[in-house]
């Protein structure tokens, strides 16, 4: 196992994370807290879930942590992920879903979870930085949208 996480899911079953290539898809997405995570993650709702008639897709939430983070980072990551599970379940959308904390570098461990996961799609947002800060700063959404295995969606 390449990737450094922790499972936030109160419980999941494995069998129905297996692999099924006929009938339905596993669609990772990245939030952070920020209102570009938020709209990956609405955006995913939208336009992935709601309107997947006959499709059976799986949800996966994902946030990443330092691995030298605190105590309190690791339980507002938590928080955090469960917040988002929370607002799930009130919009009465039924699909499998886990919510995953990960740990370490945040690009290297979202394309190594969904590589784990073997997910058909990840949706992540953008803070939209021009050309010269984004070579300077680095973009998380550039890293995993040339480095992920799966089709990658940039929602703005």
């Not at 008639?53 to 996966?60: H, M, Q, T």
């Not at 058909?120 to 800060?133: C, E, M, Q």
């Not at 992920?148 to 940039?154: E, R």
């Amino acid at each position: 196992m390449t990737s450094t996480y922790e499972e936030v899911t109160d419980s999941y079953n494995p069998d129905d994370w297996k692999k099924d290539i006929v009938n339905g898809r596993i669609i990772c997405v990245a939030i952070d807290g920020s209102d570009d995570g938020s709209k990956a993650f609405y955006w995913t709702l939208n336009n992935l879930i709601k309107h997947s008639a006959g499709i059976s897709n799986k949800l996966v939430l994902l946030t990443c942590n330092p691995l030298n983070a605190s105590e309190a980072n690791r339980m507002e990551a938590q928080a955090l992920l469960k917040n988002y599970v929370g607002l799930v379940k009130v919009a009465n959308i039924d699909v499998p879903l886990r919510a995953i904390l990960l740990r370490g570098d945040v690009r290297t461990q979202l394309c190594d979870v969904a590589d784990e996961l073997k997910a058909d799609l990840f949706v992540i947002g953008t803070r939209g930085l021009g050309a010269l800060k984004r070579a300077v700063l680095g973009s998380v959404s550039d890293y995993v949208s040339k480095h992920c295995s799966c089709t990658v969606i940039i929602a703005k």
